[in-house]
């Protein structure tokens, strides 16, 4: 865990290219849902697709960036994993009326889960902390992705096998999401403790 510092939050932390490609996949995310109505046609949801790969390339480039250019910031460590949950769960959301194995109980754990460490981040970021990402987490985001990947676009022809190995992928991610959920809470739980020793 991190210390987030009033520093964080300046015009300089808040104005990194990190941080503005994370900004711009936030943004797509409008984008996304209009493209994927649930009246929309085979050709939106693709251009849906199109623009999902593109927002998930920015998630690679803003962490790639920062570290190569020493500008990873505790902001840019808060609002990354957050953009990317807002990402994910919009498309699931979207896809529960579009394809048949995408169960709604099934995306409510998914989601269910995101929202949960969503709320312990704010509450830790609330007392100065930041949680970092942790290698199960990440894990279980590019399983996330790779799911999508498979069941957003709409190809007659391989439907049926890209809907299944996208299946797969998205029960990896629910296993792997609620393991990493347990180490976040436990890690959580270990630092408020050390907080709350006398002399800290």
């Known amino acids: ?26 943004a797509t995310i409008p984008l996304i849902l209009a493209l994927m109505a649930p009246s929309s046609s085979a050709s939106a949801q693709n251009a849906a697709f199109v623009v999902f790969c593109i927002a998930s390339l920015t998630d690679f480039l803003d962490g790639h960036l920062a570290r190569r250019s020493n500008t990873v910031t505790s902001i840019g460590k808060l609002l990354d ?16 009326p579009k394809v048949h194995y995408v169960y709604a109980w099934l995306v409510f754990l998914i989601v269910g889960r995101e929202i949960t460490i969503t ?32 069941l957003l676009p709409v190809v007659p022809k391989l ?25 976040y809470f436990v890690g959580f739980y270990r630092e408020a403790k050390k907080q709350g020793q006398p002399g800290n």
């Open 1 to 26: 865990m991190l210390i987030l510092n009033r520093s964080d939050l300046s015009r300089q932390s808040l104005t990194t290219l990190p941080n503005v490609l994370t900004y711009c996949r936030m």
């Open 81 to 96: 994993p957050l953009a990317d949950k807002l990402l994910t769960t919009a498309v699931l959301i979207m896809l529960i």
């Open 119 to 150: 709320g312990l981040r704010s509450i830790a970021a609330a007392n100065g902390l930041i949680i970092n990402a942790s290698r199960m987490g990440k894990n279980k985001m590019v399983s996330q992705t790779l799911a999508l990947l498979f």
């Open 159 to 183: 439907q049926s096998a890209m809907t299944f190995i996208g299946v797969c992928f998205l029960w990896i991610s629910l296993v792997l999401g609620y393991i990493s959920a347990r180490d």
